[in-house]
């Protein structure tokens, strides 16, 4: 089952203008939605607590008078102290890639990357390099990329022009809100098919940002819950309980956010039963602090300049997602 998600990011309004910076921006946003924490219930004996060493990360400079001789390790491993040299790999050719588990490695820099394919409506100029027309006509006609018409023949919703989706073969204009639908993307970008009755074969294009609060976004069959992609953003605010299933204005609070901590029963929440996670820290000491969860201003600033982001970006097309759009 998919779990319901909180699609955030920090955006300002005339960022969404300045095409490349946005790319980079949204491309965070993808990796905050699988990030904010909702927190745990703790165990019930202190004997299930297995102490987790945090290691010590440092920086370093490279040996007085090393050479740079490039294709190196840049990071060191002893006992628990993690030192990454950055400066072992050659500047004007390399850089220093760290992996999750700090292990890094000088690799080499490409001067050439791939254009990012754009959707039709979006702005584009055959002068850019950097950016490229990749679906439906695959062509820059007047500024804009061009997409198939209404009726024209298509194999995927992407090809079609803005406000319109792939059914039956057919370029066909996406589904008003409150209509019955069947398809992911035919209700377009301010949408969605939402399934409420698990008897039936069609769904109601459901506007986003619309449901009240304790109203349920999960689809019960049988005994299971079955909650689509996206789903929380149906809900006024934007967030939705993640094991209920329904709207709620908020999470829960972390009382001890930024604090330093041993184990998660040093970092309560404001709901009972839920606490934070005691995440190691990137530090030179090894020392672990109290995460944020999801009801935290943090979080809750976050998903506000989401909004911000949908309300300046409604006319971009619907398959696009939550990524670089600039029709304007």
């Excluded at 980079?24 to 699988?34: D, E, F, H, P, T």
Aim: aromatic share 8%.
């Amino acid at each position: 089952n998919k779990q319901v998600r909180d699609k955030m990011e920090v955006f300002s309004f005339h960022i969404l203008r300045k095409g490349f910076l946005l790319l980079l921006l949204s491309n965070v946003l993808m990796k905050l939605v699988s990030a904010a924490p909702e927190g745990t219930s703790l165990p019930t004996t202190k004997e299930t607590y297995e102490e987790v060493k945090c290691p010590q990360i440092r920086c370093a400079k490279k040996p007085e008078n090393a050479p740079v001789l490039g294709n190196l390790d840049c990071t060191t491993h002893k006992n628990s102290v993690i030192t990454l040299v950055p400066d072992m790999c050659n500047p004007v050719k390399e850089f220093c890639r760290v992996n999750q588990s700090f292990n890094g490695n000088c690799q080499e820099k490409s001067g050439f990357t791939n254009p990012m394919l754009l959707f039709p409506g979006s702005k584009c100029d055959d002068y850019k390099s950097e950016f490229a027309c990749g679906y439906g006509k695959r062509e820059c006609d007047k500024g804009n990329c061009a997409g198939f018409n209404e009726t024209d023949h298509c194999a995927f919703s992407r090809d079609c022009k803005n406000r319109f989706y792939c059914s039956d073969g057919k370029c066909t204009r996406t589904i008003a809100s409150g209509d019955n639908c069947s398809g992911p993307h035919s209700c377009g970008r301010t949408a969605r098919c939402w399934f409420k009755n698990p008897d039936s074969l069609t769904g109601e294009c459901t506007s986003l940002f619309t449901l009240l609060n304790d109203t349920s976004i999960a689809t019960v069959l049988g005994n299971e819950q079955i909650v689509q992609e996206d789903a929380n953003l149906l809900c006024v605010s934007g967030y939705a309980h993640p094991t209920l299933h329904r709207c709620v204005f908020e999470g829960p609070k972390s009382k001890n956010k930024g604090r330093e901590c041993q184990d998660d029963r040093d970092c309560p929440s404001t709901q009972d039963g839920i606490y934070a996670e005691c995440k190691c820290g990137y530090n030179d000491g090894g020392k672990k602090y109290c995460d944020l969860l999801s009801g935290d201003d943090e979080w809750k600033a976050v998903r506000t300049k989401f909004k911000d982001y949908y309300d300046a970006t409604t006319d971009c097309h619907g398959v696009a997602g939550w990524t670089f759009c600039d029709t304007h």
